[in-house]
């Protein structure tokens, strides 16, 4: 048992047999016997955890995806955002993801990433919550492979549902359908329940 970067969300394994651990930004490789390494070596991940619960992902070539927030357009205002980081840790210039809210922009309001995930041509899809005026919705919304909103999803690239809630995690089907687990709260009511939701891929 080690102490290298705190709870883990996401885990991969190259093609030697050592393991990627990710917990948002910070990486750290155990060698196939699950020794801590010195230093992280950037390999391609030929196997990694997929549709769990976290906000950040491995992709193929070694590269990491992380769901943060970001500051909207005022004091209040708090935005998604997806960070891609180069195998070697360092922040790849070439996805550009500017912050975005679920719902229509320019609204003051939380919207928050709790989970994401990668489809196989490389669009980016995540899960998480918009909040505002004391309630908040289950919302998704999917982005190109250079970061961009992909806008034949959702309105923009983003939805919110009527679901009050949030998703917490996100898995990809073959056929390129999105399911989502969460919870919602009953209306007038404390009770939390979990929700799947499932949203066409096209």
Same mark, same amino acid.
């Given at each position: 048992?080690? =102490?290298?970067?705190?709870?883990?969300?996401?885990?991969?394994?190259?093609?030697?047999?050592?393991?990627?651990?990710?917990?948002?930004?910070?990486?750290?490789?155990?060698?196939?016997?699950?020794?801590?390494?010195?230093?992280?070596?950037?390999? *391609?991940?030929?196997? /990694?955890?997929?549709?769990?619960? &976290?906000?950040?992902?491995?992709?193929?070539?070694?590269? #990491?995806?992380?769901?943060?927030?970001? $500051?909207?357009?005022?004091?209040?205002?708090?935005? /998604?955002?997806?960070?891609? #980081?180069?195998?070697? %840790?360092?922040?790849?210039?070439?996805?550009?993801?500017?912050?975005?809210?679920?719902?229509?922009?320019?609204?003051?309001?939380?919207?928050?990433?709790?989970?994401?995930?990668?489809?196989?041509? %490389?669009?980016?899809?995540?899960?998480?919550?918009?909040?505002?005026?004391? $309630?908040?919705?289950? /919302?998704?919304?999917?982005?190109?492979?250079?970061?961009?909103?992909?806008?034949?999803? %959702?309105?923009?690239?983003?939805?919110?549902? =009527?679901?009050?809630?949030?998703?917490?995690?996100?898995?990809?089907? *073959?056929?390129?359908?999105?399911?989502?687990?969460?919870?919602?709260?009953?209306? &007038?009511?404390?009770?939390?329940?979990?929700?799947?939701?499932?949203?066409? %891929?096209?």
């Amino acid at each position: 048992m080690v =102490s290298a970067i705190g709870p883990v969300q996401t885990l991969g394994e190259d093609s030697a047999g050592d393991i990627f651990a990710l917990n948002g930004s910070a990486i750290a490789e155990f060698s196939p016997a699950g020794v801590l390494q010195s230093q992280v070596t950037a390999a *391609p991940i030929t196997v /990694a955890s997929t549709g769990g619960i &976290g906000s950040a992902a491995f992709q193929a070539n070694g590269s #990491y995806l992380v769901g943060q927030a970001a $500051s909207g357009g005022s004091r209040r205002d708090v935005d /998604a955002k997806v960070v891609r #980081y180069l195998p070697t %840790g360092a922040v790849d210039p070439s996805f550009a993801n500017p912050p975005f809210d679920f719902s229509a922009e320019g609204t003051v309001a939380q919207d928050l990433i709790q989970a994401l995930a990668v489809q196989p041509g %490389g669009q980016v899809v995540v899960t998480g919550l918009h909040f505002s005026g004391g $309630s908040s919705a289950l /919302a998704v919304a999917r982005l190109d492979s250079n970061g961009t909103l992909d806008a034949t999803f %959702g309105t923009g690239g983003a939805e919110t549902t =009527s679901l009050p809630g949030q998703g917490s995690a996100i898995a990809i089907q *073959p056929d390129g359908k999105v399911v989502v687990a969460g919870e919602v709260e009953e209306p &007038g009511s404390s009770t939390v329940s979990l929700v799947v939701a499932r949203f066409l %891929g096209q």
